[in-house]
């Protein structure tokens, strides 16, 4: 199987957590296939878009350049499938090959959690709250700056969450 050592999308170095790369085989072509593991950022980031311009780097210096479709593959992990036709696979000799016919995809989940791929890159997410507070408690809240209130809950819930 063909090792990948970095990928670009657009020009820019992506944390990637697992990648398999292949050809499939169908009946109407060839398509050259990379299936990455990367964090919710990166799905988030990149899933509105169509075509992005790739440069993946292999183990052995070999250097792939393309515009490839973009799937984002829901369930499981985080990842992206990115994808582009072939006219000829020659030079993909050494690529596994997958059949639509076959059961067996590269399995890229597997030995990887999302608590993992958390401790490289956490999202922060916006939350509203609807609290009913004694008044003197939602002026002392309406006083504060977002951030020390960020801090706040972050301690708190952290704190609460350990017990």
Known sequence: MVEIKTIKIDGESIHVFKSAI???ESS??????LDIIVSELAV???KKIENLIIEIELADGRIINSIMHVKILSGGLPQLN??????DI???EDFEMVNENDSGFPDIENGITLEEIR???MPIEDISLKLKLPIDQVEWLKSQKKGALNEMFQAFISDYWKK
Do not use: A
């Open 22 to 24: 292949y050809i499939f």
């Open 28 to 33: 109407s072509g060839y398509t050259l296939e």
């Open 44 to 46: 988030k980031k990149y």
């Open 82 to 87: 990115l994808f582009c036709e072939l006219n």
């Open 90 to 92: 020659q030079e993909y």
């Open 119 to 121: 401790k490289v890159e």
